[in-house]
Structure formats: structure tokens, C-alpha cells
């Protein structure tokens, strides 16, 4: 049982100018100073606790990023307006041109784009390998190599990297790691198992109300302050800053994070055994029968469960979508991107969020056409759910799938 991180967010004392059991919101864009030359070494960054202008930081910001850190474990934490503005800030800090990436091949299709499109621009490299073959991870690495980046659990074919083992090579050969922990925040703790870097996209379900983009990178205080460095910092000169407004309203919703986290990972346990015994071709780590469950076993902290997605064939794009507008109609859940809305959301990521990635990649890495990606909902009755969703593939006449490939 792992209850510190989530015992730790409780801790947090954050109070407002006025004794508001909410920390005020900072509502300006630039920042007095009773001396000439504070403001000078504020642009040189030798001033704690001075701010100078809201793209470099905020006091609402600075709270959030706070409580970041204490959910990941991390020095420190800098917050963004999105999840690729976090991302694409770390990459472009550790990257000069001519660089080399080792990634994961099943990630965000964003960071996909990103690193084997955009940064062509650069001549920057990535080599995308399967990141739970340690010597294929090995293999890939170069001179010019400059980090290993991969998802905690990934995006969206539910794989789980063995951060431990990957973060032993990457300090054999002296590179970072980079663990993009959106699936799985609280259950999987990358930075205790060796990660340097630990970024989320906050819009998923750190915030849980899919209302607005942010993102998060945790780390050390020099290299969160490199990002944000007036001279150098990717953030600061590229500029994806989270609004203040924002950041507030984030982190009154980050309180519930523990609870929702276990009621999603309940209920995707539920329907994962369920739908398995109807033997339907269904992929969650809570599953014996997942590729990745021993590995999420061994590093998870058991009391936040598996997660909330889950992946099930139906065995072709046509089952996939006369299902998932059934099921909207049933009102069991929206035909929606994203994630960690207390609403199942469902989608086809090989034709939504994943579409980046070439449909010949897409088969290699197993993501077949009929795959549904499912974010379970907040539900209260979820075997009602369950025998809605059972009646649905029934009414389509979709038979058992156990012998579709997944
Ligand atoms: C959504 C997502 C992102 C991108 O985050 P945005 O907030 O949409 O920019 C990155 N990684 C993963 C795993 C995601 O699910």
C-alpha cells in the first residue's frame, strides 16, 4: 500500500491573501518592484519569490506546479498550457540539431508527429523501437542520442514500460529519462522507479473535467529552471504559459484526483473481467491475460488500481462505429477523444488520436481497425452499465470477438 503521494496532495496548505481556504487567484500579467536593481536580478533569476512577468511565472502557477511535484515526488514542477507545450518544451530543451531520440513506437500521436515530422526542421532523429525490448532500446542508441522518452502506460494500446529496468540503461549510458504519465497518475510513481523527467497532459485526469488544456513537467529545480530561463528556456521563448485562471481552477479539481482515480480503475476492472469471461478481445492491465500486467504489478501502488482505459476489438472500423453510436444513444457515454471525464468517452484511435501514425505502422504495432479505445466513467451503478453496453453488442448482432487479433 503506497498512500504518500495522495496523503501528501491532503497536506498541502495553500491559503488565500485573505485567509480564503483557497489560495488567491494572481490576475496580472507583470509585477511591481520598490527597487531598480531587484528587477535586474530578477531578469539574471537571482530573485526567490520575486515575479517579473506571468510567461515566466505566476504565484497561482507556482501553486499548482507545487502540488505537481508532491504527485510526482519531484523537486519541483513548471505547468503549461497544454500537454504538447509540455512536451514539445522538454524535447527542444534536451535537443540541438542533429540530436537523436530514443521512443517508444505506441505513444500520443501528437508526440509521434512531433518527433518524426516537426523536428525534421532540426535534424533531429528519433528512433522509434518497442521500449519492452530493453536491447532493441539498447541497440537504438547513438552517440547523438539524447534522451529515452516513453509513456508510463501508452497511448492507447495500453502498454506498460518497465521504467526501473529502462531508467538503469538510461543511466548506464547517461541519458534522461522522460515518462509521459498521463495514463496513470498516482498508480504508477515514474520518478521513484528512476525517472528524471515526469510529464502529464493536465487535461486529462489530473484536471478530470474536460474543460481546458494544461500540462506539467516535474523535475529538478535546474532543469525546470532552464525551461523558464529568460535566455535560453524553451518555455519561456516558445511560450505555451498556463493562464493563471486556469492553474486555480486545475488545482481545486486535483483535490478529488485520489478518489476518482480509484472509483475509473474500479470500474474499468469490472467491465475488463466481465467483457474477458463473454470473450470479447479486451486489453486492460488489470487483466492476467495483459501483456504489461506483471510489469504494472511489480511498480504500481496497488491501492489506485489499474487505470481507467481500456481497449476492445470488435473487429472491424464498421462494428467499431455503428457500437460506439449505439452506445452514445444509450446514453452510456460520448463518441469523444480525451480522457478521465467522469463520462465513459469512446473513440477509434487508429482513425481519431492515433491517425498520425501511418495505417502500416498502425497494423505493425497492433492497433487494429476495429479498436475502440474506452476512458471508464465515474459510474456509480457500473453493472447496470455493463448490461447496457452487453445489450448494445447484442441488438448489432456483434458476436464474440476473443479470436479477432488485437
Ligand atoms: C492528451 C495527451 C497528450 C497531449 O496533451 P494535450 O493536453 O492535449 O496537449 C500527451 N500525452 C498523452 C499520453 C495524452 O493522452
Known amino acids: 500500500m503506497d498512500h504518500k ?11 488565500g491573501e485573505f485567509g480564503g481556504v483557497n489560495p488567491s487567484i494572481s490576475d496580472s500579467s507583470t509585477y511591481t518592484f520598490m527597487a531598480a536593481k531587484t528587477m535586474f536580478d530578477t531578469f539574471e533569476g537571482n530573485t526567490e519569490g520575486c515575479y517579473l512577468y506571468s510567461r515566466h511565472s ?23 498550457a497544454s500537454g504538447m507545450g509540455a512536451i514539445t518544451s522538454v524535447i527542444l530543451q534536451m535537443c540541438d540539431a542533429g540530436d537523436h531520440i530514443v521512443s517508444s513506437r505506441t505513444i500520443y500521436g501528437g508526440t509521434y508527429a512531433f518527433m518524426k ?30 534522451m529515452i522518452y ?25 541519458l534522461p529519462l522522460v515518462v509521459d504519465n498521463t495514463f496513470s497518475p498516482l498508480a504508477i510513481s515514474p520518478g521513484k522507479l528512476g525517472a528524471d523527467v515526469i510529464i502529464h ?36 521563448l516558445l511560450g505555451s504559459t498556463l493562464d493563471s485562471l486556469r492553474s486555480s481552477s486545475i488545482l481545486k479539481n486535483m483535490r478529488t484526483l485520489p478518489i476518482r482515480m480509484k472509483k475509473h480503475a474500479e470500474n474499468a476492472q469490472y467491465l475488463a473481467e466481465k467483457f474477458e469471461a463473454d470473450g470479447w478481445a479486451v486489453s486492460y492491465p488489470g487483466l492476467a491475460s495483459h501483456p504489461g500486467h506483471e510489469t504494472m504489478t511489480r511498480q504500481m501502488n496497488k491501492d489506485f488500481g489499474y487505470g481507467g482505459l481500456l481497449t476492445l476489438n470488435v473487429g472491424s ?25 467522469y463520462k465513459t468517452l469512446f473513440s477509434a484511435p487508429g482513425t481519431s488520436t492515433s491517425s498520425e501514425i501511418p495505417m502500416e505502422e498502425q497494423k505493425e504495432m497492433g492497433l487494429g481497425e476495429g479498436l475502440i479505445r474506452f476512458s471508464i466513467g465515474l459510474d456509480d451503478d457500473i453493472a447496470r452499465t455493463y448490461k447496457i453496453m452487453k445489450a448494445c453488442m447484442q441488438e448489432l448482432n456483434i458476436l464474440s470477438t476473443e479470436n479477432v487479433s488485437a
Do not use: R, W
Open 117 to 146: 515530422n516537426f523536428l525534421k526542421k532540426f535534424a533531429i532523429n528519433t528512433s522509434f523501437v518497442d521500449t519492452t525490448n530493453l536491447a532493441a532500446v539498447a541497440q537504438a542508441i547513438t552517440p547523438n542520442t539524447k
Open 58 to 80: 505566476t504565484p497561482s502557477n507556482l501553486y499548482l506546479g507545487e502540488a505537481l511535484a508532491t504527485l510526482e515526488g519531484t523537486e519541483t514542477a513548471n505547468v503549461y
Open 5 to 15: 503521494a495522495a496523503d501528501s496532495l491532503q497536506d498541502l496548505q495553500f491559503f
Open 201 to 236: 497532459s493536465l487535461t486529462k485526469f489530473i484536471n478530470g473535467t474536460s474543460d481546458c488544456v494544461a500540462g506539467v513537467v516535474c523535475g529538478t529545480v535546474d532543469f525546470c529552471a532552464s525551461l523558464k530561463d529568460v535566455n535560453s528556456g524553451a518555455a519561456m
Open 317 to 341: 472500423l464498421d462494428n467499431a462505429n455503428n457500437l460506439m453510436e449505439l452506445m452514445q444513444k444509450k446514453n452510456l457515454g460520448y463518441l469523444a477523444v480525451s480522457l478521465g471525464f
Open 150 to 174: 516513453c509513456e508510463a502506460v501508452s497511448n492507447p494500446l495500453l502498454e506498460v514500460a518497465d521504467i526501473a529496468a529502462l531508467s538503469k540503461l538510461a543511466k548506464k549510458h547517461n
